[in-house]
């Protein structure tokens, strides 16, 4: 009995962290670490990334080795590091890893739309591999453009406001 509670609590943090249909929903109490796969050719009607696949668990390991052994069953060839997304500053609380299936960013880079949770409390960004660019999209639109630094804290008027994080390679930053 114990364990079909902690698997509806984390279905329930899942639910959460990852539903892009969800209108009404709570922060998690405590910290949730989560690892998503989008596709960088299959697109969402608004052009966005598709995810393909997604976990979520206590820590960012048990997150990463869900998510990556379920690519795996549906026959995800490879999977690289494109961001991490925190809920708090400088890179602290409850995260997310963005994997892309078709490797790093290259110069058309992916296109990563928030869900619910993270429109409201992504707060810093680490990048990874190539991607070194980051146009960042608040939900009215604006856009803001960061280049070849890791975001320790979103630009005025972005912290828990960003429907989407769109990152690529640039070749020359400054």
């Known amino acids: ?32 670490h989560c690892a998503v796969l989008v596709s960088k050719s299959q697109l969402n009607a608004d052009g966005s990334s598709k995810v393909l696949n997604q976990s979520c668990a206590p820590t960012m390991d ?23 997304w925190f809920s708090g500053t400088y890179l602290s609380g409850s995260s997310t890893v963005i994997y892309g299936d078709a490797g790093t960013c290259d110069s058309t880079g992916y296109r990563v739309r928030t869900n619910n949770y993270w ?9 990874a591999g190539n991607c070194n660019y980051a146009q960042v999209v608040t939900p009215i639109p604006s856009s803001y453009a960061y280049r070849c630094l890791t975001m320790n804290v979103m630009p005025s008027g972005f912290n828990n406001n960003t429907a989407q994080v769109n990152p690529r390679y640039v070749v020359s930053c400054y």
Not at 10 to 21: D, H, I, Q
Not at 74 to 84: E, F, N, Q, R, W
């Open 1 to 32: 009995m114990k364990l079909w509670r902690g698997g509806i609590a984390l279905a329930a943090v899942s639910f959460v962290m990852f539903s892009t249909n969800a209108t009404a929903y709570a922060a998690p109490s405590v910290d949730t």
């Open 119 to 127: 429109e409201v409390n992504l707060s810093s960004v680490r990048r």
């Open 62 to 84: 048990a997150a990463v080795a869900g998510m990556l052994s379920a690519a795996d069953r549906v026959g995800v060839a490879s999977s690289t590091v494109l961001m991490t």
